[in-house]
């Protein structure tokens, strides 16, 4: 079941609705294009921040959850390093909530991000939603 | 005292708290007095001192105009917007205090109620409750069979008791001297109606 999930997943790109292949954040007519690589660290960098403070956290949560892409899981550890930084959990399990709501269709990716994130939800003590019994309404 | 601020023109402003305080100094001290004792002469022109003074600090005198609850941070549960501006509960109890105080140690320590209990305090709805339908469809389609039910009735009890009787051209016999007269006068007699008439035997052909 997870053989097709690691063929999308091999070459460690962020998944986009559209195609497997590497789609940046936006699209331009011309200029240079930023890769998949170089989105993803900017995001890392910025969640990274060690005095980052909660509107910081709020605003780039809410702005990577309106690209259309789900964020690849070293994106979503430097933010759940930064909700454990602002000693807030909530937001932490929000995020993995989000996670698994911005993948829509695609069941095999929430599994997978849970599966990349797990050493570092252990080490924070972070529950995913479904420990908590709240992924049902 | 009453005027102690006075304004270019002469006049004078009623109202000493803060903002009005400011504003006067604004007009006196701005670079551009020439262009600001215009303005503000024309403003106090029309409005006149008292109007201007209590427009811009209201009743109380602290000098802090009151706060909307609509122009405050507002919590709703969004897909699209995961963490809102605020928390979902604001004032918090004891125990909410006290776990929030835990929540800066190990979240390895916190149990599961805990764990919850502290997604709670910060959201309303989980995404699951968020999203979940709410099957007001039902009610929907329910009302749409009910109101075409209603008006069959209506359209019933009308055939009834407002329509009046059909003219006497609808009467069997006079129906039966109709079709007579068509074919007397073999209407469409190539593949319609008289063609399927047989005049030989005086009934319709089998």
């Known amino acids: 079941m997870f053989s097709h999930v690691l063929l999308k997943v091999s070459s460690d790109r962020l998944w986009s609705f559209s195609s497997t292949a590497s789609v940046a954040a936006r699209s331009y007519s011309h200029g240079k294009q930023e890769t998949d690589e170089e989105f993803d660290a900017r ?3 910025y969640f990274n921040k060690p005095d980052i403070d909660a509107w910081e956290l709020r605003k780039g ?14 994106i979503l550890e ?16 929000r995020i993995l909530e989000a996670v698994k709501d911005k993948s829509g269709p695609h069941k095999e990716i929430y599994p997978y991000v849970l599966q990349e994130l797990r050493p570092t939800l252990s080490e924070l003590g972070i529950p995913t939603p479904e420990e908590l019994g709240i992924d049902k309404a | 005292m009453a005027g102690a601020k006075v304004i270019p023109n002469g006049r ?13 100094r604004n007009f006196m001290d701005s670079s551009s007095t020439l262009i ?3 303005l503000a002469t024309r403003v106090f022109r029309l409005v006149g001192n008292r109007a201007l003074s209590t427009s811009i600090c209201l009743r109380g005198g602290h000098g802090v105009a009151k706060v ?6 507002a919590y709703f549960d969004r897909r699209e917007s995961p963490l809102p501006d605020i928390k979902f509960v604001q004032q918090l109890s004891p125990d909410q205090k006290s776990l929030k105080e835990k929540e ?28 979940k339908g709410t099957g007001e469809w039902k009610s929907v389609v329910a009302g749409i069979f009910f109101f075409i039910g209603f008006t069959g009735l209506v359209v019933l009890w009308q055939r009834n008791y407002v329509y009046g009787d059909v003219p006497h051209t609808f009467d069997p016999e006079y129906k039966q ?20 008439w047989d005049y030989e035997n005086n009934a319709w052909k089998k």
């Open chain 2, 104 to 131: 800066k140690g190990s979240w390895a320590a916190l149990s599961k109620e805990e764990k919850i209990a502290l997604y709670r305090i910060s959201f309303k709805e989980s995404f699951a409750e968020m999203d």
């Open chain 1, 43 to 45: 995001w890392v960098t």
């Open chain 2, 68 to 73: 909307e609850d609509y122009t405050l941070p």
């Open chain 1, 78 to 93: 430097a933010a759940l390093r930064a909700c454990r930084r602002l000693n807030d959990l909530a937001s932490a399990i």
């Open chain 1, 61 to 74: 949560m809410n702005t990577l959850i309106g690209y259309d892409l789900v964020p690849e899981p070293k």
């Open chain 2, 12 to 24: 004078r402003l009623y109202c000493n708290c803060p903002f009005c305080v400011e504003i006067v």
């Open chain 2, 177 to 196: 001297k109709e079709v007579q007269r068509m074919l007397d006068m073999r209407i469409n007699p190539v593949e319609g109606f008289s063609a399927k």
């Open chain 2, 36 to 38: 600001w004792r215009m």
